[in-house]
């Protein structure tokens, strides 16, 4: 028997509803914050990942999906390509491939499957998908402006609480600027030095070509000596120190809660300043839930003209598992309001029946006119139809069918003009 491959699922009836349910409020409230949507291809050329994700990232280093292209020719050599793992870097391709400033199109969101060739666990898959949204565009537009920051934050805790997710916490930091990072990373560099020979292979490495990176360490043995290192917030500049300070302001006043976490350095390179991670008590080990952050610089790595930007991704599929916690994929899935059960040689007339009341607005499901009205019924039950239908010939005739309650049990015969009324009370 061939199976999904390891790392990817089916997402199943009726869950999702649920991952319906989710679609449809992000739609409504990033909508309400005037975000526009955009779909990106899959797949893209490696090199904009390599640039714009960082070579020295876990996701570049080790977890992506890339193969070489057939060329046009068989002697030409293909393509380098790779499934995307995250949403930004096609997002700001695409604003500068587009000239999207040109068209004042500065708030973009996105829904789709990110791949990552990670260790599947709960909570964590190689088809795993992602809720996305970014501001960008270039200075005069005001996106460099801390508020467009806590705007961010606020539409999230907005999202969340709309969703009856409770259970949240927003932990806050800024990463400072390039040149904040610089001197952080020389300290780290130094700091690192003497005690390097102690940590895992993947931190020896990390602390000669990019020191910031070990903080992404999750071996347990690390944790003490990551502890003791400098922390970020000893080097910011001025400017970044007054721009984290008033994000932190319009939050308190909006009255969204947060903590500041100087441990924070989100797994992206190209992060500048703000960084957030949204995460949730009932998740477990895999308790982050989305995580985003400033990425000042990221255009211009990308061949783009200074477009400052921030953004976001949540994990749609925790975010689905924080809500079966609550709500249970039952209670939003939509049952038919009626079975319709044709007598032998009735299938037509049924259709017809079927059709007219699906025009109406009701969900039918239509039976087969091989079933003995038993099968019908178990039929009926099995799909959660509120009401079964019966189409024969005298019903036909009379222009009045029965209509049975499938939980009371009470029938009643309904002329056809009056069935969609009496269906739907
Ligand atoms: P990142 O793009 O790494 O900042 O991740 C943003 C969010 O995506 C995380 O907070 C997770 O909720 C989710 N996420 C990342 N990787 C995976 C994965 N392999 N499986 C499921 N969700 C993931």
Request: glycine letters at 8%; one cysteine or more; proline letters at 4%.
């Amino acid at each position: 028997m061939i199976k999904a491959v390891r790392g990817t699922r089916d997402l199943l009836p009726p869950d999702t509803a649920l991952w319906n349910f989710v679609e449809a409020a992000v739609r409504d409230v990033f909508r309400a914050y005037n975000f526009q949507e955009i779909r990106t291809p899959i797949f893209e050329e490696t090199a904009l990942f390599a640039r714009g994700v960082g070579e020295e990232t876990d996701i570049v280093a080790k977890e992506m999906y890339t193969w070489e292209d057939r060329g046009r020719a068989a002697s030409e050599k293909g393509q380098s390509l790779t499934l995307r793992p995250e949403a930004t870097a096609g997002i700001v391709r695409a604003y500068i491939e587009h000239k999207l400033w040109d068209r004042g199109l500065n708030k973009l969101y996105l829904l789709g499957p990110m791949f990552r060739r990670e260790r599947p666990q709960k909570g964590r898959y190689r088809q795993f998908y992602q809720i996305d949204a970014e501001i960008i565009g270039p200075s005069s537009a005001g996106s460099e402006s801390p508020a467009r920051d806590a705007e961010i934050l606020e539409m999230l805790a907005t999202l969340l609480d709309r969703l009856g997710i409770t259970d949240w916490s927003l932990q806050l930091n800024s990463v400072g600027c390039a040149d904040d990072r610089a001197k952080f990373s020389e300290a780290l560099r130094q700091a690192l030095e003497p005690v390097k020979d102690k940590m895992c292979a993947d931190c020896q490495r990390r602390a000669v070509t990019n020191p910031l990176r070990v903080f992404d360490c999750k071996v347990p043995e690390d944790q003490p000596i990551i502890e003791k290192l400098p922390r970020i917030s000893q080097f910011l500049d001025e400017g970044c120190r007054t721009h984290f300070e008033a994000v932190q302001a319009i939050l308190t006043k909006v009255g969204v809660p947060f903590s500041v976490n100087d441990r924070l350095v989100r797994g992206l390179d190209y992060y500048t300043r703000t960084a957030f991670e949204f995460t949730h008590g009932a998740l477990g080990a895999q308790n982050a839930i989305l995580g985003g952050g400033r990425y000042d610089g990221l255009s211009e790595a990308l061949g783009g003209p200074a477009a400052p930007g921030i953004g976001f991704a949540i994990g749609q599929d925790r975010l689905v598992m924080s809500l079966q916690e609550k709500a249970s994929a039952e209670s939003v899935r939509a049952k038919p309001d009626v079975y319709v059960a044709p007598m032998a040689g009735m299938n037509g007339d049924a259709a017809r029946l079927a059709r007219e009341l699906r025009r109406l607005g009701l969900v039918v499901e239509l039976g087969d006119d091989s079933f003995r009205l038993k099968k019908s019924f178990e039929a009926a039950t099995k799909v959660g139809a509120k009401y079964i239908l019966i189409v024969g010939e005298n019903e036909v005739k009379a222009d009045a069918f029965a209509l049975k309650d499938l939980a009371t049990g009470d029938q009643v015969t309904v002329p056809r003009a009056e069935l969609a009324t009496r269906i739907r009370s």
